[in-house]
Each structure stands twice: as structure tokens, then as C-alpha cells.
């Protein structure tokens, strides 16, 4: 069975510092790795994915994630945080079946 | 583009009572899928279609019904309404590829049962 597990459901950052937010996972299999973002009554939109290849995956709004098969990690960073940022993230795995399992979520706020 | 509609955006219901929810895609997706979301709980499966005629049950699928007479067309039926299935209903789609593809949301359904 596969498991999604995303450390702080919410997380406080200064604009223009780091970003990190945790997600650790579980699968038998090789997994597919997705972090989503969801605006205030907005559905989920994709920020960037792991399938294969490079470990260090690179998406939109300047975010990034790195792949970690050692640690079962899929943490995403962001260099330095902007008022936009503020959202709620979803880590999310799948096994290929087309299935994806979401993580509980954390909700980034940005302080001016 | 569209991509993909919900409707209604917001529904009461009283106990008992049933409705469904629309979900429309317009980019010929074959896979679609329904979603619930509750407040620290992330996204449960409820049902998921890998192309029309075919549909599965997902992680939470009690108290739901699905059906896939097209490929653009998922409706979700709630029968007999009750507190627990308040909740806001989200619908996706992705596309076929040899791994798992973006998932492709509709905006939502907040859903009240009272």
C-alpha cells in the first residue's frame, strides 16, 4: 500500500525566505511523485512531478523538489517566498495504476 | 478551453434527500475521477473511470454511485444524504501515458447535508 505523509499542516515563512515544505512517502514499487497547490476556492493545479530520471525536478512559480529513494522524501523548496505563494500544497504519490494518493496538506502563509 | 466543469458550485440538502453532481471534461481524457476534501484530511478517492463503461471504487465509496456513458461525462450520485458526506467534491481528469499523468481539476462542489 502506498502513503502520503506531509509534516506541518501549516507553515509560517517571511517573504523573501525559504520555503520548505515536508513530504515523506511509502510504496512497494517505484513511485510517481507530484506536489499540487490549491488557492482559496480553487481546485488543485499541478506545480511539478517525479516520474523518472533526474532526482532534482524543477516546476513552476520557481519551485523545485528533489527525489530521495535513501530518505522516502519528496520535499519542495522554494529560494525565497512571495505574498503569492500563500496556498495550501498537496504532496501526492502514485504506483502507475492511475490511482494517486494525496498527503493531509500544508497550508503556507507568508508574512509580510 | 473549458477543461473541467462542476456543477453545481454550492448545494444544500436536507437528511435523506439525493442529488448528483455533474462533472464535464472537454480535453478527451480517458481517466476521470472524484475526489472528496475535508479539513485536514487531504483528497479521498471516492470513484475513478478509466474510460467510458468503466468505472471503479476508489478508498471512500459508501454512499456514492457512479456511471461513464461517455468519455466527457462523470456524474456523482448521492443517495440518501447524510452529515458525513458535507464535504467539498472535487472531479479530475488526466490523459493515458505510460506513467501517471497531471491531474486536471474542476474548481469544486461545496456540499452541505443537514
Known amino acids: 500500500a502506498q502513503s502520503v505523509t506531509q509534516l506541518g499542516s501549516h507553515v509560517s515563512v517571511s517573504e523573501g525566505a525559504l520555503v520548505l515544505l515536508r513530504c515523506n512517502y511509502s510504496?512497494?514499487?517505484?513511485?510517481?511523485l507530484f506536489w499540487y497547490v490549491q488557492y482559496p476556492n480553487q481546485g488543485l493545479q499541478l506545480l511539478l512531478k517525479?516520474?523518472?530520471?533526474?532526482?532534482l525536478v524543477k516546476g513552476i512559480n520557481g519551485f523545485e523538489a528533489e527525489f530521495k529513494k535513501s530518505e522516502t522524501s519528496f520535499h519542495l523548496t522554494k529560494p525565497s517566498a512571495h505574498m503569492s505563494d500563500a496556498a495550501e500544497y498537496f504532496c501526492?504519490?502514485?504506483?502507475?495504476?492511475?490511482?494517486?494518493?494525496f498527503g493531509t496538506g500544508t497550508r503556507l502563509k507568508v508574512l509580510a | 478551453n473549458a477543461g473541467v466543469t462542476q456543477t453545481p458550485k454550492f448545494r444544500i440538502l436536507k437528511i435523506g434527500q439525493s442529488m448528483t453532481l455533474q462533472c464535464a471534461q472537454d480535453?478527451?481524457?480517458?481517466?476521470m475521477y472524484w475526489y472528496r476534501q475535508d479539513p485536514g484530511m487531504g483528497l479521498k478517492l471516492i470513484y475513478y473511470?478509466?474510460?467510458?463503461?468503466?468505472?471503479d471504487k476508489g478508498e471512500v465509496p459508501n454512499g456514492y454511485n457512479v456511471s461513464r456513458s461517455t468519455t466527457e461525462d462523470f456524474p456523482l450520485r448521492l443517495e440518501l444524504a447524510a452529515p458525513s458526506q458535507t464535504s467539498v467534491y472535487f472531479c479530475?481528469?488526466?490523459?493515458?501515458?505510460?506513467?501517471?499523468?497531471?491531474?486536471?481539476f474542476g474548481e469544486g462542489s461545496r456540499l452541505t447535508v443537514l
Open positions: 479530475a481528469s488526466s490523459y493515458s501515458s505510460p506513467t501517471p499523468g497531471e491531474l486536471f
Open positions: 510504496s512497494s514499487v517505484p513511485p510517481y
Open positions: 517525479y516520474t523518472t530520471g533526474a532526482t
Open positions: 501526492a504519490v502514485s504506483s502507475g495504476t492511475y490511482k494517486y494518493i
Open positions: 480535453m478527451n481524457h480517458n481517466y
Open positions: 473511470s478509466v474510460g467510458a463503461g468503466i468505472t
